[in-house]
C-alpha cells in the first residue's frame, strides 16, 4: 500500500488522533514513520486542521530529542505526516513493563525538559506531553513527538484549539488547561512533573475514580510527597517534582529550561568523587533534619527520634513522613497520645494511621507539648520516639 510516494511497510500503533506506520521514502530511500490521521476522524475537518498544525509547529523544531518532521501531506481524503522513524518505544510502554531506576528518571525527564525548552523558546508549548508522547530509542536516546495539540502563539484562534476547549490527556493536565484558561510553557513543566512523579514512585499524583474527581485533585489537591510513597526518593528530586507540580504556574520552574537544570543536578556526583551512600532510611531524615532548623535528631536506626516538636523557629514545621501507622514512644514514657485531636491512649503504643494528613501531639504534665505533622504512606509502621522536654526549659 502506498501514500503519495511513501510506501507503507506495516502498522506499529495507534493514538487517539491517528495511526503510525512504519514506512519507505523511495526517492530518499529512507524508513521513517507516517502518522496518518484515523479516517473515522476525517469527517471533522476542525480536527485534519489541528492535525496539519501539529505538522507545522513540529516543522520547525529541530532539536536532538525532539522527533523530526520531515513532510506533511494529503493526499485524497488522508491527510498524513511523514517523520523520522523513532526505533524504540514509548515511554509509556516502558513503564507498564519495569520502575526506571531513579537516576534514569531524572536523565529522561531533563532530556525531555531539554526538548520543551527548545519547542517553547520558539513560541510552542506541547500541550500534551505525556508517556505516550515521550519515544525511547534503543540506543537511550529521549524523543518527544505529538505536538498534535502545539498552539503556535502567533497564530489565530481559529486553528482549532479555541479557549475553554479541553485538548490535553486529562490525566497529565495542569491546573489551567483543566480550567480552560490560556496556557505557557509552565503548563508542560507541570505535565512533565506528574509524569515524574508517577516514574519515581509508581503511583499517579492525582488518581481518582472518576473524570470530574481527577480535575478536582490537579486543581485542588496537594500530592502525597513523592518520599512517602518510595522512601528512596532523594529530597533534591521530591522538591523539583513537588516544585514542577505547584498549582500557580509562578511557583513553578520558570522555563523547562531550569527544570532539566536542576534535574541533570539532582545525581550529580559531585567532583571530590562519590559521597557515601546513606541508607534510605537515614537519608530520608537526615534530610528532614536538614529542613526542621531547631529540631534535633539523635539518633536514626529504622525510626526516628525527636528532643522536642519538630516546629522550626522560621518557616513552616517539617512534617514527619511516615509509612503505615507509628510506633511511639516517649521519654518519659506514659506521654498521652492525640492523633487529629482525639486521645489515642498512653506511649508506648502502636497506632494505625489512615493514609494522608494527621496532626498528632504527645502530651505530659511538667513537660512542653510535642506536636507534628505526619504524613502517613502505604507499608509498614515507623517508630517514633519522642523525648520531651520538661516545661520551663531554655530552647
Ligand atoms: O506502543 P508502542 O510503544 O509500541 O512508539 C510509538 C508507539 O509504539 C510508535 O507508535 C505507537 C503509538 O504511538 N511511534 C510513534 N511515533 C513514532 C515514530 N516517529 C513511533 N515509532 C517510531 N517512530
Redesign the pocket.
Known amino acids: 500500500m502506498n501514500l503519495g510516494r511513501y510506501e507503507i511497510l506495516e502498522e506499529?500503533?495507534?493514538?487517539a488522533m491517528g495511526v503510525?506506520y512504519k514506512a519507505h521514502d523511495p526517492n530518499l530511500d529512507l524508513v521513517l514513520?507516517l502518522?496518518v490521521l484515523r479516517e473515522d476522524r476525517l469527517a471533522d475537518e476542525s480536527l485534519a486542521r489541528r492535525f496539519l498544525a501539529e505538522a507545522k509547529a513540529l516543522g520547525r523544531l529541530e532539536h536532538p530529542n525532539t522527533?523530526r518532521v520531515y513532510n506533511v501531506d494529503r493526499e485524497g481524503d488522508s491527510v498524513y505526516i511523514a517523520?523520522?522513524?523513532?526505533d524504540?518505544?514509548?515511554l509509556?510502554?516502558r513503564m507498564k513493563r519495569e520502575r526506571l531506576p531513579l537516576p534514569e528518571v531524572a536523565r529522561l525527564g531533563a532530556a525531555v525538559a531539554e526538548a520543551l525548552d527548545d519547542a517553547h523558546r520558539k513560541g510552542i508549548v506541547h500541550r500534551d506531553v505525556k508517556p505516550?508522547n515521550i519515544?525511547l530509542r534503543s540506543d537511550g536516546r529521549v524523543k518527544i513527538?505529538d505536538f498534535g495539540i502545539a498552539h503556535i502563539d502567533d497564530l489565530s484562534q481559529d486553528d482549532g484549539t479555541r479557549a475553554g476547549e479541553i485538548l490535553g490527556t486529562p490525566s497529565y493536565m495542569s491546573p489551567e488547561q483543566v480550567t480552560g484558561h490560556p496556557v505557557d510553557g509552565r503548563s508542560d513543566v507541570f505535565s512533565l512533573g506528574i509524569i515524574l512523579y508517577e516514574l519515581a514512585t509508581g503511583a499517579k499524583p492525582f488518581a481518582a475514580d472518576t473524570l470530574t474527581a481527577v480535575f478536582h485533585a490537579i486543581g485542588n489537591v496537594d500530592p502525597v510527597p513523592p518520599t512517602a510513597a518510595n522512601p528512596d526518593v532523594p529530597k533534591a528530586l521530591e522538591r523539583i517534582i513537588l516544585t514542577c507540580l505547584a498549582k500557580r504556574p509562578e511557583e513553578r520552574f520558570a522555563t523547562a529550561g531550569a527544570l532539566a537544570e536542576a534535574l541533570g543536578a539532582c545525581f550529580a556526583v559531585p567532583e571530590s568523587g562519590p559521597a557515601p551512600e546513606a541508607p534510605p532510611q537515614e537519608r530520608r531524615w537526615g534530610a528532614l533534619a536538614a529542613a526542621g532548623g531547631a529540631l534535633a535528631l539523635l539518633a536514626v536506626a529504622g525510626g526516628v527520634y525527636w528532643t522536642r516538636s519538630p516546629a522550626p523557629t522560621t518557616g513552616r514545621p517539617a512534617p514527619v513522613i511516615a509509612t503505615g501507622g507509628l510506633n511511639i514512644e516517649s521519654a518519659p514514657p506514659g506521654a498521652q497520645l492525640f492523633v487529629d485531636g482525639s486521645f489515642r491512649g498512653k506511649a508506648p503504643a502502636a497506632l494505625t494511621l489512615a493514609a494522608g494528613k494527621h496532626e498528632v501531639r504527645v502530651t505530659l504534665v511538667g513537660y512542653n507539648d510535642w506536636e507534628a505533622q505526619v504524613i502517613v504512606g502505604e507499608g509498614s509502621p515507623t517508630p517514633l520516639a519522642v523525648e520531651l522536654e520538661p516545661s520551663g526549659a531554655n530552647r
Open positions: 506499529i500503533g495507534r493514538g503510525v514513520a502518522k522527533v517523520m523520522e522513524f523513532v524504540g518505544e514509548a509509556s510502554t505516550g519515544l513527538t
